[in-house]
């Protein structure tokens, strides 16, 4: 199918990131493995920053959040480096969407991207369809459960070049989840633009159907490896050439 941006009135558009810009295959092949193994590395080597303990903090208030919802996580007290790595990695496989946890992974995913370990990795429609959209005025956001760190990095070094110029705006869960609808509200605020104005492109229909609540236009993007999803009646794209100014 084709849709024809100026035939709708968007004035916006905010992209997921993992199969929809990205493969999912890279997510959960690449660069969560990478995490995990660089885990304990990291907290040794980063013990002293200050960016660790910010994070370190945010950790215990997600284990709290965690405990709250009646869930069971590993004991963790004092700063033992063991017990810290063992409730990232509970997280890590529950793939919870955690502040604390998307932070962290985004500090050894900056390593790695920093030391050529590790480079970006985006479809080949994605570049154009991003400089056909800017090029057109319209404002292009991205909004991921990663962290906008993370994001970045991403976007940063693929084998295209760094695409980040052609965002003008990163979110992540700090605006809200991505299953509420009053993230989507925020994030159009911050753009300056209508929901109505604002087309959010994702592989989940659970984000489409929170978007869609907020007043929000939404395409479901069916990429090659990405979970099939039921319902929702969502136009469905399979690259973003089918999405024309």
Known sequence: MTFALRGHAVRAI????????????????????????????????????????????????????????????????????????????????RDRKAPGLKRLQGEIWERGFQERMLRGEVYPDVPPALRRWRDAGLGVAIYSSGSEQAQRLVLGTTPFGDLTGLVCRFFDTAVGPKVSSDSYRRIALELGCTTGEMLFVSDVTRELDAARGAGCQALLCVRPGNTPQAGGGYPVIRTFDEIPV
């Open 14 to 93: 905010v992209l997921d990131i993992e199969g929809t810009t990205t493969p999912i295959a890279f997510v959960h092949d690449v660069l969560f493995p990478f995490a995990r193994a660089h885990l304990r590395g990291h907290l040794a080597a980063r013990a002293a920053s200050q960016a660790l303990q910010d994070t370190l903090r945010q950790l215990r208030r997600d284990r709290a959040d965690e405990v709250a919802r009646g869930e069971q996580p590993p004991d963790w007290t004092g700063s033992e480096w063991e017990r810290v790595a063992a409730f990232v990695e509970w997280l890590m496989d």
